[in-house]
């Protein structure tokens, strides 16, 4: 049975820092592409970044370039997405998903479509208020 779970989301001040981790069991992230997701009250999800050994993918939206870095350790199946300098526009619940059909020719920006994603785990909220 294939499970994702998300961890790590708090009230931080804005500034500061989290980590959030998407624990997988049921499957070998190495065979899969994982993305980071976001929903915020009131607005659609939408990607954050994306990340798979398979062919090196690694990507970040704009609005967190520079600021977020993905990590996986496989020998955990956890993927990583440390989180510096938060914005309150950074507040949503984070969602990881697993893409299961993610290979090794698959296009980078193809990360960025929800409807890849077999597996969601049930999110985790992130706040970030002074």
């Known amino acids: 049975q294939v499970k994702l779970v998300e961890s790590g989301g708090d009230l931080v001040q804005p500034g500061g820092s989290l980590r959030l981790s998407c624990a997988a069991s049921?499957?070998?992230?190495?065979?899969?592409?994982i993305g980071w997701f976001r929903q915020a009250p009131g607005k659609e999800r939408e990607v954050v970044s994306c990340?798979?050994?398979?062919?090196?993918?690694?990507y970040y939206a704009d609005s967190v370039k520079g600021r977020f870095t993905v990590s996986e350790d496989n020998t955990k199946n956890t993927v990583y997405l440390q989180m510096n300098s938060l914005k309150p526009e950074d507040t949503a619940v984070y969602y990881c998903?697993?893409?299961?059909?993610?290979?090794?020719?698959?296009?980078?920006?193809?990360?960025?479509?929800?409807?890849?994603?077999?597996?969601w785990g049930q999110g985790t909220q992130v706040t970030v208020s002074s």
């Open positions: 998903g697993a893409d299961s059909s993610w290979g090794p020719i698959t296009i980078q920006a193809m990360c960025r479509a929800e409807w890849r994603y077999d597996y």
């Open positions: 049921g499957f070998t992230l190495g065979n899969a592409a």
């Open positions: 990340i798979s050994s398979r062919n090196g993918l690694e």
